[in-house]
């Protein structure tokens, strides 16, 4: 079945006229003049002759866009709508806004509502207008929302009780996935592939042709480097199809992963949430990588010829329907690779980046073993081979780590410690 959006998303007010088609990047991004810090976005602000006028210019639309955003929070959460206002009087009110954490939870917990993604949503049209500023800030408030509004739609639309429309949701994720389109210009992503044949990549020739020289060096597939396609050219969407589904969530999740940097915390922590949701339970297959003491809880054990353990192993595997509208979270869903892949290149962020906090790791730890055990039973090699790399390179890490925590406080215990000198008072008669 095709779903096609009944709604225009588009301009400043909440309510637009109706039109079958999503207004992209592309047609709305020529009217906005914003600039981050004073340096100019795009060309438009070079034929500005002021440039504290566009400065300036750029701080009051932030803030227009956060007043209007604090008015569209629930009625009931009146604290939520002052720190809002409060976060609009700063310097940099779109940065404040992504780095606060009150105003992601309150943002959060309105996208959480049942009655949110619709074609009228207020919220929707605010991020789908804010995504169309030029502002850089903005914009990454809004990509730091796509994890959880990725997940509230793909819960919503893989769940057999959920009859309400999402386009709301579905137009935000096309903005993202147009931007995209008019970015890549109908081109494929492509890396080059190492030789294998050589030692090291230091000893693979800078010129190709230098290999026709190489006594070595036989056929012509020497001869010139070898090229992957990472991702192959997009097409344009004007609806989510259901065929293009997961490929219109894949494209937007990537387009987070290359601000990923930017992102805060408790965004990163969503997305690691979320993608064990979407692996299934728990199961024997995410301790394989693990020491264990052969006592876990889904271990499968042999008695009396029998297996035990085996029907709830099988029943941890089986899709549910986990979707709660009160509280909602990430369900075992469909993971195709298209879908999967922007998601374990995120978890790879989050599980070796070395200024992400601990938390961050331990909850992408949880997540690439989740995801892992779920490759498995679906016996997709390409999602086997990518999450069992990350789990060896996070069990490296963390024996390192204690390797050397070990050794620090053998050193500290080891090293004398200088007797301290007594204390001389002087006191005057």
Request: charged share 20%.
């Amino acid at each position: 079945m095709d779903i096609t959006l009944n709604s225009q998303i588009s301009g400043d007010s909440p309510s637009s006229s109706t039109s079958s088609t999503v207004q992209t990047p592309s047609t709305s991004n020529h009217h906005h003049h914003h600039q981050n810090g004073g340096t100019p976005i795009n060309n438009n602000n070079n034929n500005d002759p002021n440039p504290m006028h566009s400065w300036w210019e750029s701080i009051s639309k932030a803030r227009s866009r956060i007043h209007l955003l604090s008015s569209l929070l629930l009625p009931s959460d009146s604290s939520a709508a002052d720190s809002l206002s409060s976060l609009a009087d700063s310097d940099r009110p779109a940065r404040s806004l992504l780095l606060s954490p009150a105003a992601y939870f309150s943002i959060s917990s309105s996208l959480s509502s049942p009655s949110s993604g619709s074609g009228d949503d207020p919220l929707c049209h605010w991020l789908y207008d804010t995504f169309l500023s030029s502002d850089t800030d903005l914009r990454l408030v809004v990509l730091s929302f796509i994890p959880l509004l990725a997940s509230i739609y793909l819960s919503r639309i893989h769940s057999s009780t959920c009859t309400t429309s999402l386009s709301g949701f579905e137009a935000v994720l096309l903005a993202l996935y147009s931007a995209e389109t008019k970015a890549r210009n109908g081109k494929p992503i492509l890396i080059s592939i190492p030789d294998l044949s050589q030692p090291s990549l230091y000893h693979t020739p800078r010129n190709p042709t230098s290999a026709k020289s190489n006594p070595r060096s036989s056929g012509p597939q020497n001869q010139r480097p070898l090229v992957g396609v990472l991702s192959q050219p997009l097409e344009h969407q004007i609806a989510v199809k259901s065929t293009k589904r997961a490929c219109i969530v894949g494209v937007a999740l990537d387009s987070y992963y290359k601000q990923i940097s930017h992102m805060p915390t408790w965004s990163k922590l969503d997305l690691c949430k979320f993608a064990a949701d979407w692996a299934g339970q728990n199961c024997a297959c995410v301790s394989d990588f693990d020491e264990t003491d052969g006592n876990s809880e889904n271990s499968v054990e042999i008695s009396n010829g029998s297996l035990v353990g085996v029907c709830e192993t099988m029943e941890n595997l089986g899709i549910e329907d986990g979707y709660d509208e009160v509280r909602p979270k990430g369900v075992r869903i469909p993971l195709p690779w298209e879908l999967l892949q922007p998601v374990v290149r995120i978890l790879g962020h989050c599980l070796l980046g070395p200024l992400n906090a601990e938390d961050v790791k331990d909850a992408a730890s949880v997540a690439v073993r989740r995801l892992y055990a779920r490759a498995s039973h679906d016996l997709a090699p390409q999602a086997i081979l990518a999450t069992r790399s990350l789990i060896q390179l996070d069990k490296r890490g963390r024996e390192a780590a204690k390797v050397a925590a070990t050794a620090t406080v053998v050193s500290n215990a080891n090293t004398p410690s200088k007797a301290k000198k007594p204390e001389i008072l002087l006191v005057s008669k």
